[in-house]
């Protein structure tokens, strides 16, 4: 006997959830076609059984969550839906998400201004520092908390297949990195971060599945992190560290892998599905594509070899190596996390706690309001702070150039330890003096800024944010230098430091009434 399949939730089915018979209740059907597929009951029931079953085994809770709203888009095929994505369903749920972050954002603020800030103000200075700082370090360990339970009950593990695009997968796989995004694994990582980080980092991606040894470097986001493998003392830059490939309306998932010691230079690409061998070296700007190995020096896109592979870090360098980055973590943790997550949370408590020393009001009472001064205060407040972050922005540049002009010299070509006192000083340099020029952006004050930091530069020379290690850079005469460059030849690799050479651009020329031409 005949039905159409719409009416199989009429039929006696073993136990299948009441969405599942919604969300399947028509067959995709190919593109004009506008009738509708006949089919027997044994036939009807056993296609409704199997597509509930590959809709549960996804292995995640989303699969259950969004079978209610996919019954209201139509289901695959139907309105606004095509093969398995439900392109209607994603935009919804991704405006949903994208219109409440800023409301979690304002919750964050209210609890601040309501809670944080009125309990802070009636704390002793250091009491509310330390009151600050641990606020500050529960906030990372939450978000780090949330991220772990969204990738394992949404996603659960990567594992190397197609899928349509807008399907279920994608829609969580785009919520999980919606969520990373807030978190110590969700951006690219600033030239010279401290090794630490890097070993906390690698720590939260082991815990959301990625194959990352402790003492790698990826200083690039990761995507799809079950699929992806990273081994001892290896340093991946690149554009991007993932394993998910979007083409013709596929969301294609493959492995890709970086071995113990290899090194991934700026700005290049590792396809999905590609391998770099132990040792291997991929220059800068090039690119990997799908299935091949590389296993020696590459470069170019594509890539191709131009030399031999290096010599592998031995096991005690790696031990001692990890060792030495779990110690620095720690440190980091403990003391550069709060530090430079409270400055601007103190700066105001300070400013409101001196408005407010003389009140009696001041003492543990009215919990739920600021003391009256402090209120009387708040009219000035935006005064005070448009004040101070000038200061702040004032006092990070001379902190750069105090930085660069107090600490030892770097002169290549030399070699240093990530995790070594002139390794750690070089970092610091680095890192000051790129997160400077990012301020700076394309000012014409740049070149100025630069001659204080050290640098050597001609007249007449333009140039804006770039990577720099001022102490090796020489910029000639009437230069002109776009922004996103890298002007050094220091990089990581294998755990080291390594300044190989002085960057040269263009000549430096000497002028009449000047003694070499360069301006200081």
């Known amino acids: 006997m005949l039905c159409y399949f ?9 136990r299948v959830p009441h969405h599942s018979s919604e969300a399947f209740v028509s067959l995709p059907m190919p593109l004009g076609h506008k009738g509708c597929s006949l089919m027997t009951r044994g036939e009807a029931r056993e296609s409704l059984v199997r597509k509930t079953r590959e809709m549960m085994s996804l292995g995640s809770l989303g699969s259950l969550l969004a079978c209610g709203a996919i019954e209201a888009t139509g289901g695959p095929g139907g309105p606004g839906g095509f093969g398995e994505s439900w392109p209607v369903l994603c935009s919804w749920v991704q405006g949903i998400v994208i219109v409440a972050e800023p409301v979690l954002v304002a919750a964050r603020m209210m609890l601040d201004e309501r809670v944080v800030l009125p309990v802070a103000i009636r704390l002793s200075l250091w009491q509310s520092f330390l009151l600050i700082s641990a606020i500050v370090i529960f906030e990372q360990l939450l978000r780090i908390i949330v991220l772990l339970a969204a990738k394992w009950l949404l996603v659960g593990r990567y ?17 999980v990195q919606r969520i990373a995004d807030g978190t110590i694994i969700g951006d690219e990582l600033v030239t010279g971060t401290c090794v630490g980080f890097h070993f906390l980092r690698n720590l939260v991606l082991k815990a959301l599945g990625a194959d990352v040894a402790l003492t790698a470097v990826i200083t690039t986001r990761v995507v799809a992190f079950d699929l992806v493998s990273v081994g001892h003392l ?56 799908c299935g091949f190995t590389a296993s020696a020096r590459v470069s170019g896109v594509p890539c191709q070899a131009v030399g031999a592979p290096k010599i592998l870090p031995s096991d005690a360098a790696v031990q001692s190596f990890r060792c030495e980055m779990l110690l620095l973590a720690i440190a980091y943790w403990l003391v550069v996390v709060p530090m430079t997550g409270s400055i601007r949370p103190f700066i105001r408590v300070l400013v409101l706690s001196q408005a407010a020393q003389e009140s009696d009001s001041k003492h543990w009472e009215n919990l739920d309001a600021l003391p009256e001064e402090a209120m009387d205060f708040l009219p000035e407040l935006p005064l005070v702070s448009f004040i101070v972050n000038v200061l702040l922005v004032a006092l990070q540049l001379l902190m750069t150039i105090l930085i660069c002009r107090l600490l030892p010299r770097v002169k290549p070509p030399c070699s240093y330890s990530l995790t ?14 790129t997160k400077a020029s990012n301020s700076l952006q394309d000012a014409s004050m740049v070149p100025a800024f630069m001659r204080m930091c050290g640098a050597q530069f001609g007249r007449g020379v333009a140039m804006g944010c770039e990577v720099v290690l001022p102490d090796t850079l020489v910029v000639g005469n009437g230069c002109f230098i776009a922004s996103r460059n890298i002007l050094t030849s220091a990089t990581m690799d294998q755990g080291q430091y390594k300044v190989p050479c002085t960057t040269h651009l263009g000549p430096l020329e000497k002028s009449s009434g000047e003694k070499n031409g360069l301006i200081w």
């Open 420 to 433: 070594s006192i002139h390794g750690m000083m070089l970092s610091l340099k680095m890192l000051w003096v």
């Open 234 to 289: 290896a340093t991946v830059h690149g554009k991007q560290l993932t394993a998910v490939h979007f083409g013709e309306r596929r969301m294609i998932l493959k492995s890709i892998s970086v071995g113990n010691g290899a090194f991934v230079g700026t700005n290049s690409v590792l396809e999905p599905g590609c391998r770099v061998a132990a040792g291997a070296h991929v220059e800068g700007l090039s690119m990997v594509p």
């Open 6 to 14: 719409r009416a199989c939730k009429t039929l006696d089915l073993e």
């Open 159 to 175: 594992k190397e297949a197609q899928h349509d695009i807008y399907s279920l997968f994608y829609l969580r796989h785009w919520l």
